[in-house]
């Protein structure tokens, strides 16, 4: 089945500091991402949509300029929380689909965001 | 605007006990999809099972099982004689096709299933 491969697994990083997280679709071209936040014990909650070649769509409450989007090629999208904090600790994980709506979409592993 | 309620934030069974997890959703969309994720501890979602609205077919997969009711809108989940593997959390998902949006997922709170040895 079609695999999305998303990078790093887990990152512990300083409060300040910038972390990118990226999410790859590996043998399918994914036109649209979508970008989830899971705190501890927490349900998944959609951050934004990114659709590649144009800018991301974010959720309200979620900050655009905290949380910058790149959909820049059909099999890559990233997501970087800028200038980090403790409260931003948690777990991302990216979906991808090809744009059908078939209901087909698919995972990437997570990723655990630690933020000292 | 879509909602999707688990009711049941906790279970704990003991080993070969059945058990359901029961998920009720709203939409205004008239076609749809219906999912089933696997958290385990690891934090991967374990994609498990996706139906589409006019399927109402109940399914089965070994030893799990599903029960599509659109008249109630619910799509409960049943493990047949759970097993300590089973331990996760189970999540309910919801995707409309008319939001131009692809295939956004509501999600929803999830219950933790803990099968007791």
């Known amino acids: 089945g079609a695999v999305v491969s998303q990078h790093p697994s887990r990152v512990i990083c300083k409060s300040g500091t910038s972390v990118k997280i990226e999410c790859r679709s590996l043998?399918?071209?994914?036109?649209?991402m979508f970008w989830y936040r899971q705190f501890p014990k927490q349900s998944l909650m959609l951050m934004a949509t990114?659709?590649?070649?144009?800018?991301?769509?974010?959720e309200q409450g979620v900050e655009k300029d905290k949380f910058l989007i790149n959909h820049a090629s059909l099999t890559l999208s990233t997501l970087t929380v800028t200038s980090a904090h403790p409260e931003d600790s948690s777990f991302y994980i990216c979906?991808?689909?090809?744009?059908?709506?078939?209901?087909?979409?698919?995972f990437g592993e997570g990723s655990r965001l630690t933020v000292l | 605007a879509q909602k999707v309620t688990q009711a049941q934030t906790e279970i704990s069974v003991v080993e070969k006990e059945d058990v359901t997890l029961d998920c009720v959703y709203e939409t205004r969309d008239t076609t749809y999809y219906l999912f089933w994720y696997k958290q385990p501890p690891s934090g991967e979602l374990v994609f498990l099972i996706r139906?589409?609205?006019?399927?109402?077919q109940n399914e089965i997969s070994g030893r799990y099982s599903w029960n599509f009711q659109k008249s109630t809108s619910s799509f409960n989940f049943t493990i047949t004689a759970s097993q300590v593997v089973d331990s996760a959390v189970y999540f309910c998902a919801l995707s409309g096709v008319n939001n131009n949006a692809g295939n956004m997922l509501t999600f929803g709170g999830g219950t933790r299933l803990m099968v007791k040895p």
């Open positions: 043998d399918f071209q994914a036109t649209t």
């Open positions: 979906s991808a689909s090809s744009g059908a709506n078939t209901g087909e979409l698919f």
């Open positions: 139906r589409n609205s006019f399927d109402e």
């Open positions: 990114s659709n590649e070649g144009s800018k991301a769509t974010y």
